[in-house]
């Protein structure tokens, strides 16, 4: 019984011991982006006016970048109505004149909301579901949102997928959205989609790398085995919310971006970083048999790492203002090239 409560308190002791160092490392790396001074959450209150300004300097800061790959912001006015002695809204979706096939990189649906009433919380929980018919609906999403009793609140739930199909499909449907723990009606003052769009054709020039000119090692499955497949620059897309830290709930684009990694063998003068990475393979390769004759380790050989990275533009909510939006630059955020260093 004492040498397994001292076996679980050890256990405990080093989970803590480790979630701490990651935290503490969390921070450091936070800091570093500009993290450091968050906005509140809840007090969070940007303007379609605003959103739509500083997109603009976002996407034109995307333009510069090595590809030219960057989608426009398309904005619609959408019809609205809230039903009397109920929890719920209307938000109906009228067919576009957009011509062609579009692709959608990310679309959400924007709320200005009344002043809730002194009775009603001003945590709420929202769900909103597409409406099919009288009968027929289908989940889209539930978010927690932070209304006010004495001004206005901007809101915004993201519906890409939902908007996606909208744009192409050029059909009228209807959104409904339930407020679940609303004493009385949610009042929506007005309603705008937003959503960021390719036009015919790029849907099939983003499926090539975005870094065309520079991404020379990018691994090639279509032969030899892809267990010892050599050093080369991997697929991986980063989601913010999926984190999980509450300092990304600040990020308002991207949603996810491409950022890579690099795996793979390191043989002897292979795509080697540099002279020094070449050399330590060579002595690596001599100081084997030695290590093993004296019972040490050998001199590591050279491991896939990244060579050249990129950086990434972020349009997030400014920590000292909550009503705006600013755009920066993150370095080193994606991997474009790898090699044996």
């Not at 500009?34 to 976002?58: F, R, T, W």
Request: glycine share 4%; net charge positive; hydrophobic share 35%.
């Amino acid at each position: 019984m004492g040498y397994q409560f001292f076996l679980e308190t050890a256990a405990w002791t080093f989970f803590l011991f480790l979630l701490q160092t990651f935290s503490l490392g969390a921070g450091n790396f936070f800091q570093d982006l500009g993290l450091g001074a968050l906005p509140d959450i809840a007090k969070i209150n940007v303007s379609q006016d605003e959103y739509s300004q500083m997109m603009e300097v976002y996407l034109s800061a995307r333009r510069s970048s090595p590809t030219n790959h960057v989608p426009h912001l398309v904005t619609f006015d959408v019809g609205h109505h809230f039903l009397d002695n109920s929890r719920r809204n209307m938000i109906d979706l009228e067919s576009n004149n957009l011509s062609g096939e579009l692709e959608v990189e990310s679309g959400e649906l924007k709320l200005l909301i009344d002043p809730v009433q002194v009775t009603d919380p001003e945590v709420v929980q929202v769900r909103i579901y597409e409406k099919f018919g009288p009968k027929q609906r289908q989940f889209v999403d539930e978010k927690t949102l932070y209304l006010s009793h004495n001004q206005t609140k901007w809101c915004e739930f993201d519906l890409t997928n939902s908007i996606q199909w909208w744009l192409n499909d050029k059909i009228n449907f209807r959104l409904e959205l339930i407020c679940l723990n609303c004493k009385g009606s949610l009042r929506v003052r007005e309603a705008f989609v937003n959503a960021l769009v390719f036009r015919d054709g790029m849907r099939k020039k983003r499926s090539v790398s975005p870094f065309d000119q520079t991404r020379r090692t990018d691994c090639r499955y279509s032969s030899g085995n892809n267990n010892r497949m050599k050093c080369c620059r991997h697929n991986m897309t980063v989601t913010f919310k999926d984190l999980r830290f509450p300092e990304m709930a600040s990020i308002v684009q991207p949603k996810s971006y491409e950022a890579g990694y690099c795996q793979g063998r390191c043989p002897p003068n292979y795509n080697y970083a540099t002279n020094h990475s070449r050399i330590q393979t060579l002595v690596h390769q001599m100081d084997k048999k030695i290590a093993k004759q004296l019972s040490r380790r050998a001199i590591p050989k050279a491991c896939c790492s990244p060579s050249k990275l990129a950086p990434l533009e972020i349009i997030r909510v400014d920590p000292y203002n909550n009503s705006k939006l600013i755009v920066e630059k993150w370095e080193n955020m994606q991997v474009t090239e790898c090699a044996c260093s």
